[in-house]
C-alpha cells in the first residue's frame, strides 16, 4: 500500500462556514485587532450568528503581498490527508483566480479549502 500523502491545514471558521488555508502560507496568527477587516467580507459571507467568541487576526502571505484578515475560532492546525479531500462536483464551476480551491470531509463536517494567493489578491 502507498503511503498516505498529507499537508498540514490551518482551520477555522468565517463567518458560518469551516474554512482552511495550507499552513505554509500562514505568515502569522495572533490576537484580533479592532477595526480588521472581516474574512468572512472578504467571502461575500454573513458573519457568524452565535456572535464567535473566539476571534484572531490571520495574516497570509503570498509573494511579496499579504493580507490580514480576522477569522473566527476554533482554530486547529492539522493533517488533511488525500482521503479527505473530495471531488469537486462537476455542476460547480469555479472562474480562474476564486478563493475556494476545493472541499474536503472531515467526520460530518465539509471544510471548504481555501487558495491563499487568490485569497490575497481578492483583498487587497
Given at each position: 500500500?502507498?503511503?498516505?500523502?498529507?499537508?498540514?491545514?490551518?482551520r477555522f471558521r468565517s463567518g458560518p462556514v469551516?474554512?482552511?488555508?495550507?499552513?505554509?502560507?500562514?505568515?502569522?496568527?495572533?490576537?484580533?485587532?479592532?477595526?480588521?477587516?472581516?474574512?468572512?467580507?472578504?467571502?461575500?459571507?454573513?458573519?457568524?450568528?452565535?456572535?464567535?467568541?473566539e476571534r484572531w487576526l490571520l495574516r497570509l502571505?503570498?509573494?511579496?503581498?499579504?493580507?490580514?484578515?480576522?477569522?473566527?475560532?476554533?482554530?486547529?492546525?492539522?493533517?488533511?490527508?488525500?482521503?479527505?479531500?473530495?471531488?469537486?462536483?462537476?455542476?460547480?464551476?469555479?472562474a480562474p483566480g476564486h478563493p475556494i480551491l476545493?472541499?474536503?470531509?472531515?467526520?460530518?463536517?465539509?471544510?471548504?479549502?481555501?487558495?491563499?494567493?487568490?485569497?490575497?489578491?481578492?483583498?487587497?
Open positions: 500500500m502507498p503511503p498516505t500523502r498529507s499537508v498540514p491545514i490551518l469551516t474554512c482552511a488555508v495550507a499552513a505554509r502560507g500562514v505568515a502569522s496568527l495572533g490576537a484580533a485587532v479592532a477595526g480588521a477587516r472581516p474574512l468572512s467580507d472578504v467571502l461575500g459571507l454573513p458573519a457568524r450568528a452565535d456572535g464567535a467568541a502571505a503570498s509573494g511579496e503581498r499579504s493580507l490580514e484578515v480576522l477569522i473566527d475560532g476554533p482554530v486547529e492546525i492539522e493533517e488533511l490527508s488525500q482521503q479527505d479531500v473530495l471531488e469537486r462536483p462537476p455542476a460547480l464551476v469555479l476545493g472541499f474536503a470531509r472531515r467526520g460530518d463536517e465539509v471544510i471548504v479549502l481555501l487558495n491563499i494567493p487568490s485569497l490575497v489578491e481578492l483583498g487587497s
